[in-house]
């Protein structure tokens, strides 16, 4: 029954235009972005090596590569994905009620609680096909585009480098954490769209919450820093980056196949996990009991 259900929230999830717009969006922004750094990238790449350009010989063509252009991808975009995910997420109960066919699924012989769950499920599969659908773009595109080398990360505080062999289940790694990160939003717009008679209340709140605490995470405000940042779902959010930050020798040289602080990364991931399994559960707790009048 749990799958017959998920199948048809699955159809209506695709079957709307909204869908293949953010897919459609996705596309476009990455295109231009490969073709902004294809005409212009010894620019992009000088500024972030303006200090070291002065003392060193920096490799210019070298560093441009299609793994290089990839993080720059992601640096640039995977910010902006909440709001596509929060379009789809956020409609999912209360654009039944707007359309005044949440009783009649209610009605079905299915529990509350499963019907929560299927559309969940609907919701998740819908991050991780757009995750997919960003990958092939941002990924391979950028191979074809750019080819392959070595992976050159700039950091606050100096570079990191890792070699070609070494790059490519770093990006297998970060994009699934993106897709936990991106299903906590799915999860958060779900359960406002459980307190919502409409479908544009739930995605404005989902997105408000994201820009609040993105902008309380950048003020770095030391109160901030010590209670609400480490605790904060937009700053666990960026965790993906952790897969590209190495751990280094002595003498300064990269250890393949390391990363910096995995112990930052499963805390991070366990945060997020835990805020799905809240954000659920007030869903559930909440649909099970509400007056469904529409």
Known sequence: MFLTLLRIELYKVFKRPRTFIAFGAIAMIVLLVQLALKVNGRDFIQLYTDNQSETFDIPYDKIMNGYFVCVAVLHMILIHVPLL?????????SGEANLGTLRLLAGKPVTRTQL?????????????????????????????LFGKGDLVVFRENGIDQMRSFDVVWRFFAAFIYAALALTVIAAMALMFSCFSENSLGPIVATVCVVIVFTIVQQLKVPLFERTINPWSFTTHMLGWKGFFYVEKTAEGATIDRSVENPAALIRSGLILMGYIVLFLLISIRYFKRKD???
């Open 85 to 93: 995910v929060a379009l789809i997420a956020g409609d999912m109960i």
């Open 292 to 294: 469904i009048l529409s």
């Open 116 to 144: 929560v769950l299927a559309k969940f499920s609907a919701s998740t599969v819908y991050v991780i096909l757009l995750l997919i659908w960003m990958a092939l773009f941002a990924l391979l595109g950028s191979i074809l």
